[in-house]
């Protein structure tokens, strides 16, 4: 059973930083791409960034320059390293795996992120 486990969520202020942690679990895949997605209130979920397994990444317009996903293959583990925090990213961030491969998609349980201005 494959499993993805957010962590490294929080309060902060605006311009403080958070670093995320999505643990995997489970099979190996050999083509996936992981990213982190995030969903304010009242708003639809949204692409954050993501990474491929050759090392690809790819970012959101709002996010590019603040945010930096990265991953240790050895850990099994994606991070996504949040700089210059603001109150618009704000919202519950999602850690997904598309599997391309077998043409599924898993999901995290989501890591509450809040900044205050």
């Known amino acids: 059973q494959v499993q993805l486990v957010e962590s490294g969520g929080g309060l902060v202020q605006a311009g403080d930083s958070l670093r995320l942690s999505c643990a995997t679990s489970?099979?190996?895949?050999?083509?996936?791409?992981m990213g982190w997605f995030r969903q304010a209130p009242g708003k639809g979920r949204e692409l954050v960034a993501s990474?491929?397994?050759?090392?690809?990444?790819s970012y959101g317009d709002s996010v590019k320059g603040r945010f930096t996903i990265s991953r240790d293959s050895v850990k099994r583990t994606v991070y996504l390293q949040m700089n210059s925090l603001k109150p618009e990213d704000t919202a519950i961030y999602y850690c997904n795996l598309d599997d391309r491969q077998y043409g599924t998609t898993y999901w995290g349980q989501g890591t509450q992120v809040t900044v205050s201005s």
């Open positions: 489970g099979r190996t895949f050999s083509s996936y791409v």
């Open positions: 990474i491929s397994r050759s090392g690809t990444t």
